[in-house]
């Protein structure tokens, strides 16, 4: 086994099947995973989940991404098209706790393995579906990714700057992360009825859950959402002596006045409430031009200014996929092999 389960871990003897591809549906049952369950990636025949061979390729010739997303679980081929492949996925889904998937409305009815079909054969199954869409929207089927789905939440519009492509895929992994609040939600509710339910998430739906304060103040001529964009000149980003940024965060008077008073600028502290803060910014930027980001940084941070030197991801610490779990998987444990278990999880679940 290359999962570390501990027994007293939140999710210790969950079974999870994953029928999910690309980046959402992997994402939630990661976090399953990091939570103590044993999670169970069901695959079609062929090359199985297609991020497994997109490119770049790791040092295992896999996508790290797909290897990231995928470290600890189980893989195994079912095929669908075949009845003996619905067969298996049924009986699976009769000893699993929660089956997670991602395909568009209706797929799994047509093959005959609906999940209201697979809650019958066992009531205490938990389902969760990943869709693009809403259901009660025009797009309900239509094909997306994550930039379709910021574009129509919203999330691409934020300011008045040309829209542009995202720097995470936040629906992605927000719809991920919904996707297993949910299933440990249902798991909670079944310790008290013992009945399995359906979760239902979407990415568009996901995204824009997150657009809750923008949503708030859409209406308002003046936004806070606007001062954490920048609106404020304590609350930026500025270009030092050495190409380096400084992430200046005195977004609180006290912090203003602490600032003003540690790079020698008290005539500023009375600018803090300036509607237009353009002026204000501007000289700050020509001051914190004159040093090296760090100076700024050790001078600022002793002065209890908050602040923070712009790290690249290369230079910045690397952080567990869910910091508080007790169970987790093994930062080197591998990705599976396309249908690598098949064998021996059908023989360990006596289906074959």
């Not at 969950?14 to 369950?37: C, F, K, Q």
């Not at 706790?97 to 409305?105: A, G, I, K, M, N």
């Not at 609906?114 to 389902?127: M, Q, S, V």
Request: aromatic share 6%.
């Amino acid at each position: 086994m290359v999962m570390v389960t501990i027994h007293d871990s939140p999710l210790a003897g969950v079974t999870v099947l994953d029928l999910s591809r690309l980046i959402p549906g992997p994402y939630a049952t990661l976090l399953l995973a990091h939570l103590g369950a044993q999670v169970i990636k069901v695959e079609p025949p062929g090359v199985g989940d297609y991020l497994r061979l997109l490119p770049p390729a790791g040092p295992d010739g896999m996508n790290p991404i797909f290897t990231t997303l995928n470290r600890g679980k189980r893989s195994i081929v079912v095929d669908l098209n075949d009845a003996e492949g619905r067969r298996v996925l049924r009986e699976l889904a009769r000893r699993a706790d929660v089956l997670v998937e991602s395909f568009r409305p209706g797929v799994l009815d047509r093959f005959g393995v609906g999940l209201e079909t697979l809650r019958r054969d066992n009531p205490r199954l938990i389902t969760c579906s990943l869709a693009g869409y809403a259901a009660d929207g025009p797009l309900a089927s239509a094909p997306g990714h994550d930039l379709t789905y910021q574009a129509v939440a919203g999330a691409l519009c934020l300011t008045d700057a040309p829209p542009a492509p995202p720097v995470l895929p936040l629906a992605d992994l927000a719809g991920g992360l919904f996707a297993a609040l949910g299933v440990v939600a249902a798991l909670a509710a079944r310790n008290v009825s013992g009945e399995g339910r359906h979760v239902s998430v979407t990415l568009e739906e996901s995204i824009g859950a997150l657009l809750i304060l923008e949503r708030a103040e859409m209406d308002m001529p003046f936004r806070f959402g606007d001062v954490l964009r920048g609106g404020r000149a304590g609350y930026r980003l500025y270009q030092c002596s050495d190409g380096r940024y400084l992430a200046l965060a005195a977004l609180e008077e006290k912090f203003w006045n602490a600032f003003c008073d540690a790079v020698g600028r008290d005539a500023w502290r009375t600018r803090f409430a300036d509607i237009d803060q353009t002026p204000l910014a501007a000289e700050v930027a020509a001051l914190l031009a004159e040093r090296p980001a760090h100076e700024w940084e050790a001078l600022l941070r002793a002065a209890d200014v908050p602040c923070a030197v712009a790290a690249t991801p290369a230079e910045a610490r690397a952080y567990a996929p869910l910091p508080f779990a007790i169970g987790r998987v093994l930062p080197e444990a591998p990705a599976p092999r396309h249908g690598e278990h098949t064998a021996a999880v059908l023989r360990e679940w006596g289906i074959i």
